[in-house]
């Protein structure tokens, strides 16, 4: 759940096991990147300490990743995934209710991973140079695309309306998220914006 990460293990030392079963090596590498995202955020996310970390030298991640660029983008697909699981598992408990509820229930989920989570979440925001391998599974996108669908009028499904509805609820969770993480400590207020906030969202997203 949100605020109960722990790295596997410890993301500054180097495990006594260097020699990897085939393709091994590959899932330990995101491992010991999401170890040192929970440890440090987004700067402590590096080639050499991800490598350090598994005991092997910075070339053999080439062997198993094209580029630096894309083992942090597997890291940060790694991030992604976690914060859409918390999403999915908070909607469990709206089920049947109708789709602007479960948009403001993923909106809270987001918000609440960001301030839960700042570190891991650094990955989740960071700009993306380089696209991950495969598509995310679970997708925190194509949640909130298909909650937004079921706004459409039955037949008429305008591209650009969902697309700008899309736009509105994720813009609106992420910056509200950024602020708050950066400007508000006090629990209290963080509430009281996040209620207000998402009501005006979910009156943008049904007009």
Avoid at 64 to 69: A, E, K, V
């Amino acid at each position: 759940m949100v605020g109960d990460r722990k790295a596997a293990g410890s993301a500054g030392s180097r495990p006594e096991r260097t020699a990897y079963h085939h393709g091994a090596l590959r899932d330990a590498l995101v491992d010991a990147g999401e170890a040192l995202a929970l440890a440090e955020g987004l700067e402590g996310v590096t080639v050499r300490r991800i490598a350090a970390a598994c005991g092997v030298s910075a070339a053999a991640v080439y062997r198993h990743f094209p580029s630096g660029d894309h083992l942090i983008a597997a890291v940060a697909q790694r991030a992604r995934e976690i914060m859409a699981r918390d999403m999915f598992a908070r909607l469990d408990s709206a089920a049947g209710r109708p789709p602007i509820d479960r948009l403001r229930e993923v909106g809270e989920s987001y918000i609440a991973f960001a301030l839960a989570e700042p570190r891991l979440f650094s990955l989740v925001s960071m700009p993306m140079t380089t696209a991950p391998d495969r598509p995310d599974d679970p997708n925190a996108a194509d949640l909130v695309r298909d909650i937004v669908l079921e706004l459409e009028p039955p037949g008429d499904v305008d591209e650009q309306r969902v697309a700008g509805r899309m736009m509105l609820a994720q813009a609106s969770a992420h910056g509200l998220a950024v602020i708050l993480r950066d400007f508000v400590p006090d629990p209290g207020a963080r509430a009281m914006l996040i209620a207000g906030v998402l009501d005006r969202v979910g009156v943008g997203l049904e007009a």
